[in-house]
Protein backbone atom coordinates (compact mmCIF):
# COMPACT_ATOMS: atom_id res chain seq x y z
CA UNK A 1 0.00 0.00 0.00
CA UNK A 2 1.36 3.32 -0.15
CA UNK A 3 1.52 5.12 3.15
CA UNK A 4 1.52 8.26 2.76
CA UNK A 5 -2.18 8.30 0.73
CA UNK A 6 -3.40 5.88 3.27
CA UNK A 7 -3.09 8.39 5.79
CA UNK A 8 -4.99 10.96 3.88
CA UNK A 9 -7.91 9.22 2.86
CA UNK A 10 -8.50 6.78 6.03
CA UNK A 11 -11.88 6.26 6.64
CA UNK A 12 -11.94 5.23 10.22
CA UNK A 13 -15.51 3.41 10.41
CA UNK A 14 -17.29 1.91 7.76
CA UNK A 15 -20.80 -0.55 7.16
CA UNK A 16 -20.75 -2.74 4.65
CA UNK A 17 -23.82 -5.09 3.21
CA UNK A 18 -23.18 -8.24 1.92
CA UNK A 19 -25.55 -11.27 1.18
CA UNK A 20 -27.23 -9.78 4.54
CA UNK A 21 -24.33 -9.50 6.45
CA UNK A 22 -23.43 -6.24 7.98
CA UNK A 23 -19.53 -5.68 8.23
CA UNK A 24 -18.64 -2.89 10.77
CA UNK A 25 -15.40 -2.29 9.90
CA UNK A 26 -12.73 0.36 12.30
CA UNK A 27 -9.68 1.86 10.75
CA UNK A 28 -7.00 4.02 12.56
CA UNK A 29 -2.96 4.56 12.87
CA UNK A 30 -1.42 3.98 15.39
CA UNK A 31 2.44 4.26 16.46
CA UNK A 32 3.47 3.64 13.03
CA UNK A 33 1.13 0.90 11.97
CA UNK A 34 -2.38 0.60 10.29
CA UNK A 35 -4.69 -1.44 12.07
CA UNK A 36 -8.24 -2.45 10.62
CA UNK A 37 -10.98 -4.11 12.52
CA UNK A 38 -13.45 -6.49 10.70
CA UNK A 39 -16.70 -7.57 13.13
CA UNK A 40 -19.95 -9.14 11.68
CA UNK A 41 -22.57 -11.70 13.07
CA UNK A 42 -23.29 -14.77 10.62
CA UNK A 43 -25.74 -17.67 11.82
CA UNK A 44 -25.90 -16.43 15.36
CA UNK A 45 -22.53 -16.15 15.89
CA UNK A 46 -19.61 -13.16 16.54
CA UNK A 47 -16.93 -13.00 14.21
CA UNK A 48 -14.19 -10.30 14.84
CA UNK A 49 -10.57 -10.16 12.72
CA UNK A 50 -8.20 -7.61 12.77
CA UNK A 51 -5.06 -6.76 10.27
CA UNK A 52 -1.94 -4.96 11.20
CA UNK A 53 -0.09 -3.15 8.48
CA UNK A 54 3.35 -1.20 9.04
CA UNK A 55 2.97 2.47 8.05
CA UNK A 56 6.42 2.37 5.89
CA UNK A 57 6.90 4.98 3.56
CA UNK A 58 9.31 4.69 0.56
CA UNK A 59 12.27 6.74 2.41
CA UNK A 60 11.24 3.60 4.83
CA UNK A 61 12.05 1.09 2.16
CA UNK A 62 15.20 2.57 0.36
CA UNK A 63 16.91 2.68 3.80
CA UNK A 64 15.80 -0.89 4.54
CA UNK A 65 17.37 -1.73 0.73
CA UNK A 66 20.38 0.04 1.18
CA UNK A 67 21.25 -1.73 4.48
CA UNK A 68 20.60 -5.03 2.61
CA UNK A 69 22.80 -3.81 -0.43
CA UNK A 70 20.16 -3.68 -2.57
CA UNK A 71 19.47 -0.74 -5.40
CA UNK A 72 15.90 0.24 -6.40
CA UNK A 73 14.94 -0.48 -10.19
CA UNK A 74 11.55 0.37 -10.20
CA UNK A 75 8.84 1.81 -8.44
CA UNK A 76 5.83 1.54 -9.41
CA UNK A 77 2.07 3.22 -8.26
CA UNK A 78 -0.50 0.27 -9.19
CA UNK A 79 -0.72 -2.94 -10.96
CA UNK A 80 -1.02 -1.68 -13.95
CA UNK A 81 2.75 -0.49 -13.07
CA UNK A 82 2.23 3.26 -13.44
CA UNK A 83 4.39 5.80 -12.14
CA UNK A 84 4.39 5.88 -8.50
CA UNK A 85 2.71 9.32 -7.33
CA UNK A 86 2.75 9.66 -3.31
CA UNK A 87 -0.70 11.72 -3.75
CA UNK A 88 -2.85 9.81 -5.73
CA UNK A 89 -1.46 6.34 -6.48
CA UNK A 90 -2.88 3.48 -4.42
CA UNK A 91 0.50 0.85 -4.56
CA UNK A 92 4.12 1.36 -4.08
CA UNK A 93 5.78 -1.33 -5.81
CA UNK A 94 8.87 -1.72 -5.49
CA UNK A 95 11.77 -3.77 -8.07
CA UNK A 96 15.54 -4.02 -6.28
CA UNK A 97 18.54 -5.77 -7.58
CA UNK A 98 21.46 -6.64 -5.63
CA UNK A 99 24.74 -4.24 -5.80
CA UNK A 100 27.66 -5.56 -6.49
Known sequence: LNAS??????????????EGITFRIQRKCEQGIFIKQISFECDGKPYRFEEKVAALDFDDFKRYFASCGLTLSDVFGDYGLKPYKPESRPRLILKAVKTA
Not at 5 to 18: A, D, T, Y
Open 5 to 18: MVRKSLVESEEIVR
